[in-house]
């Protein structure tokens, strides 16, 4: 996403714990100033892509103080996966230091960060969204403002809930395809030209026929999904049984162990194979 940035003329500064990580977005043409703060200090919009709420929470308000080094009249974008929630505190709390927020989650995969094809779902002001929009068309391909703060967020909240139920449902029509005698691969080509049809089938129910678990996502980042979708269904009053049913499955299968594998893998669930332990 950085290089994509540089690439449409972009001046990027750039910070990460480990700096070994951003050596190669340095040699392409970003500057690092060595610390958070001063990457905020010195930013016009600065863009934060962590692992979970709470790392984030922690460098903006707590160990990193970063809230504080935001310039007033900048913008603050979030484009990790965070709580709804969350997304609409922080958006409250960076507007009284004078700081517009927009939460910005993206679909998509390596793939599409690598070809500037993200899905970015954004929540925030018109303004802010106004703003933030030349950014994004240098990231992604589907850019959508889906409503104020934590619009994103319940955006990409949704969006996981579709993939991780529909991961297994691809995962049981292979597994019932091959149990029953047919060709699970023919079957699979059979549903890719009808309803059936999706970029799941296609990649991840590819995945599955080769038994490839080498993590394109890994299983474990369902976890936080499974905690923003709870979280979100729990405030607004909501059961929903097909998604609790999957996340409790991927859940069972981190605990076993599973985590680091791919999403696909759920099909192991289904028709384990000693080959794979």
Request: hydrophobic share 45%; proline share 5%.
């Given at each position: 996403?950085?290089?994509?940035?540089?690439?449409?003329?972009y001046p990027v500064s750039v910070w990460n714990r480990t700096a070994s990580r951003y050596a190669e977005l340095v040699a392409s043409g970003a500057?690092?100033?060595?610390?958070?703060?001063?990457?905020?200090?010195?930013?016009?919009?600065?863009?934060?892509?962590?692992?979970?709420?709470?790392?984030?929470?922690?460098?903006?308000?707590?160990?990193?103080?970063?809230?504080?080094?935001?310039?007033?009249?900048?913008?603050?974008?979030?484009?990790?996966?965070?709580?709804?929630?969350?997304?609409?505190?922080?958006?409250?709390?960076?507007?009284?230091?004078?700081?517009?927020?927009?939460?910005?989650?993206?679909?998509?995969?390596?793939?599409?960060?690598?070809?500037?094809?993200?899905?970015?779902?954004?929540?925030?002001?018109?303004?802010?969204?106004?703003?933030?929009?030349?950014?994004?068309?240098?990231?992604?391909?589907?850019?959508?403002?889906?409503?104020?703060?934590?619009?994103?967020?319940?955006?990409?909240?949704?969006?996981?809930?579709?993939?991780?139920?529909?991961?297994?449902?691809?995962?049981?029509?292979?597994?019932?395809?091959?149990?029953?005698?047919?060709?699970?691969?023919?079957?699979?080509?059979?549903?890719?030209?009808?309803?059936?049809?999706?970029?799941?089938?296609?990649?991840?129910?590819a995945r599955m026929l080769a038994r490839n678990w080498k993590p394109g996502g890994a299983m474990k980042v369902h976890l936080k999904d499974r905690?923003?979708?709870?979280?979100?269904?729990?405030?607004?009053?909501?059961?929903?049984?097909?998604?609790?049913?999957?996340?409790?499955?991927?859940?069972?299968?981190?605990?076993?162990?599973?985590?680091?594998?791919?999403?696909?893998?759920?099909?192991?669930?289904?028709?384990?194979?000693?080959?794979?332990?």
């Amino acid at each position: 996403m950085v290089l994509n940035l540089l690439r449409h003329g972009y001046p990027v500064s750039v910070w990460n714990r480990t700096a070994s990580r951003y050596a190669e977005l340095v040699a392409s043409g970003a500057t690092a100033p060595g610390t958070p703060q001063r990457v905020a200090a010195e930013s016009d919009v600065v863009i934060a892509m962590l692992m979970e709420w709470p790392v984030l929470d922690d460098l903006l308000h707590g160990s990193g103080s970063v809230a504080g080094s935001l310039r007033p009249g900048s913008l603050f974008i979030d484009m990790g996966t965070d709580p709804p929630h969350a997304a609409r505190e922080l958006a409250r709390t960076l507007a009284a230091r004078g700081v517009d927020a927009i939460d910005a989650p993206v679909s998509g995969g390596e793939r599409g960060a690598i070809d500037g094809t993200l899905s970015i779902m954004a929540g925030g002001s018109e303004q802010a969204f106004a703003r933030a929009l030349p950014i994004f068309e240098a990231l992604g391909k589907t850019i959508v403002h889906v409503g104020p703060a934590g619009s994103g967020q319940i955006a990409k909240a949704c969006n996981q809930l579709v993939v991780a139920v529909t991961i297994e449902a691809v995962a049981e029509a292979l597994a019932l395809a091959k149990a029953f005698g047919a060709d699970p691969g023919k079957v699979r080509e059979a549903m890719q030209g009808g309803f059936a049809a999706s970029r799941i089938l296609d990649e991840h129910g590819a995945r599955m026929l080769a038994r490839n678990w080498k993590p394109g996502g890994a299983m474990k980042v369902h976890l936080k999904d499974r905690a923003n979708v709870y979280d979100a269904a729990a405030e607004s009053g909501l059961d929903l049984p097909a998604a609790r049913a999957v996340f409790e499955r991927i859940n069972s299968f981190v605990e076993a162990g599973g985590g680091t594998l791919d999403q696909s893998a759920l099909y192991m669930l289904l028709d384990p194979d000693p080959a794979d332990s």
